[in-house]
């Protein structure tokens, strides 16, 4: 199964505070995190054309282990504009999917405006493949939220502070 979905987000960051966010493996690792608990997870990026980005970690919930794995090849770099790049997804040890991704960033009024396209091709389903195309795009959606809390950190300060209740 293979299909395409585009994302649109603005920030109040410029496209290099952005791009920045995408380079830097100390910015990078505090929003781009795989599911599970952090003293499991590893990471190494080589953000330059032809590097590649590699995540793994371990997903524990109730009695479901999966080993997750993320590996991607830097494709186009165009410093504060533009990022293409294939990943390819493993959930314990097979290759789930590949997407071919397009990042594409513009200044807005004060901020930036990033643009999301993503390709991808499914190579092992989940039953008829909606949850796993559901699964995708929501996952990406909480990226990109984790992104706009690293280079929007002022939006963000007061919402640790909302207690279930108003309390």
């Known amino acids: 199964m293979h299909g395409s979905f585009a994302l649109q987000v603005g920030f109040s960051a410029s496209p290099e505070q952005v791009f920045a966010a995408f380079a830097d493996p100390g910015l990078r690792t505090r929003w781009f995190r795989l599911p599970g608990s952090s003293k499991n997870a590893t990471h190494a990026l080589d953000f330059r054309v032809?590097?590649?980005?590699?995540?793994?970690?371990?997903?524990?919930?109730?009695?479901?282990?999966?080993r997750l794995e993320y590996r991607s090849r830097f494709h186009d770099?165009?410093?504060?504009?533009?990022?293409?790049?294939?990943?390819?997804?493993?959930?314990?040890g097979l290759r789930r999917w590949v997407s071919l991704v397009t990042v594409e960033l513009a200044a807005e009024g004060a901020g930036s405006r990033l643009d999301w396209t993503e390709q991808y091709a499914y190579l092992v389903l989940s039953g008829d493949g909606g949850q796993d195309t559901a699964h995708l795009?929501?996952?990406?959606?909480?990226?990109?939220?984790?992104?706009?809390?690293?280079?929007?950190?002022?939006r963000y300060r007061g919402l640790a502070k909302i207690r279930p209740g108003g309390a």
């Open 50 to 66: 032809g590097g590649s980005e590699v995540a793994a970690n371990l997903f524990v919930s109730g009695d479901i282990e999966e």
């Open 137 to 154: 795009r929501g996952g990406t959606r909480l990226l990109l939220n984790g992104l706009s809390a690293v280079v929007e950190p002022e």
């Open 77 to 92: 770099i165009v410093p504060d504009r533009r990022i293409v790049y294939v990943y390819e997804a493993h959930v314990d």
